[in-house]
């Protein structure tokens, strides 16, 4: 409906302008006035009268016949439109078009047409404009870095990141969902520096090896023992990690240390690769089960992810390239990227030891999905908005190495979780783990009364997933463990309880499955205001795809719940007056459910059928 009106209105535009003018349609606040209106009068009178926008200065004299200026204002102008709209008599299903001032126009469907547009809705046919076809996208999200637990702060790449693939694959791209693991970079060699000579705990608890007396055990012997027999081994690397640090601070030489073995570390030392490859899979013990709670899956690499270990063998060619190129200069023994005019800061590509940086490794990593995906693949970063100007930086080299068209790389930036003292931070220990949020969160859906472990799980997770995506997400939060976890109001229960009150009134009706159909009677204004939402459904995912934004969608799906809860409360539905009434409030109520459960999936939250 909207780009077949677009299109309709760009015909008379260029009618009386003789131009070619972008047409935007926007859907009113207030459903009063309409369901569409376009501002596209007023910008054409105000370039006709001199102003830069809309209109060519050019052409100004030609608008109206060349005639020169012949309305005496915006509302006449949109009045003609109107009135050209209506003498084609353009079969859009629109009921009414008027033009207010001062200038806009508003369009209203019929109820005709929103009844049929509906009942595709009630068949499964959501409408949702392919605009995806034949086109990949690659959605990085997640990422986090081994040896470290998942924190509140890795929750927000997680499931924007998730929901991003969610939409873009609901308008047909071909979604590739990678993981890209911090597995690589300085602080490893100070996790293997710590492992080797920082004792995780004052005495040894575990078995000791065969043939060693308890004295003759190693620190680091004894770190990975403890270790292999921990229940949270990321932990006790982070408590290492810390350590690391407070020890560092007394004595900054232990920084080079870390230092060498990391260097180490890229040149294949045995050791250094040994407990590099420990700290990873006692890592992905932790991993796996968040990923398993959060219901977030990965398609690359067995569905692990491309970690930055993965592109170690293939930085060389591209640091190759970058020299081939001409793009590398020498500055204090380091090798860096300048760019033209110093639009930007240079970006440094080896450090003055030779050592690679996360630059390096992704550069090659976008190198390589050039060739796994194809030169027209599309690549979203969903990484944190601190990280704004190196992806600046990275996207311009590529595009400077001709890999890479403008647009074709997204950076989808989120904020921080805060506490109100300041920003958190693992290395001084001051985070809040994700683990303790999950299981607090399926603590507090507890106490909405299911006993059922799977809409407990659901629950918990839904309210925690909906409070981060029903902002924009590029703000900071301050964390709060109320806020973070809220069962009332703009909250995923309140949305699932709405799916849940859908299933229950169908339940009460035998189950069955009903049609709309053109009604012999008046439509109330709730129900008008129904049909009108669920007509936008389709739109508010193409929206939210293209712009990477899926707080559209929970916008969307809080404001249909409170539309059909107002509803509800105010109709008979299952003892409507008629059989009419009855049966065409069910298909609307059959209708939300399937809605509701739709969006709320997109979003990677599930839909209990009970709670």
Known sequence: MKNDLIEKLQEIVKEITKEDIK????????????????????????????????????????????????WSSPLELAKEIVAKLEIRNLKLGISKAEALNPGFINFYLSSEYLVAQTQKLLTGDFGIENIGKDKKAVVEYSSPNIAKPFTIGHLRSTIIGDAIANLLQAVGYTVFRDNHLGDWGTQFGKQIYAIKNIPLRQGFGGQVPSGKEKSDVSIEEENEKMLDSSQNPIKDLVALYVKFHEEAEKNPELEEEGRKWFKKLEDGDKEARRL??????????????????????FTENNGRGYGEAYFEDKMGPVIEELKAKKLL???????????????LPPLMILKNDGATLYATRDLATDNFRLGKYGKDILVINEVGAEQSLYFKQLYMLEQMLGWYKPGQRIHVGHGFFRFKEGKMSTRKGNVIWLEDVLQEAKERAKKLGSTDQQTVKAVGIGALKWNDLKRTSHLDITFDWNEVLSMQGNSGPYIQYTYVRTLSLLQKAADQKYELGIMNYALNPEELEILRKLNKFAEVIVDAAITYSPHLVAQYLFELSQIFNNFYQKYRIVNAPTNEEKEFRLALTQTVGIVLKKGLNLLGISAPEKM
């Open 23 to 70: 047409i935007e349609i926007n859907i009113p606040n207030d459903s009063t006035h309409g369901d569409y209106t376009t501002n596209v009068a007023m910008r054409i009178f105000a370039s006709v009268k001199g102003s830069p926008r809309g209109l060519p200065r050019s052409k100004a004299g030609e608008a109206g016949k060349g005639e020169g200026v012949k």
């Open 276 to 297: 590099w490859q420990k700290c990873i899979d006692w890592s992905f013990k932790e991993f796996d089960r968040i990923y398993g709670e959060l219901g977030v899956t």
């Open 329 to 343: 200069k020498e500055s204090k023994g380091a090798q860096l990227v300048f760019y033209p005019n110093d639009v």
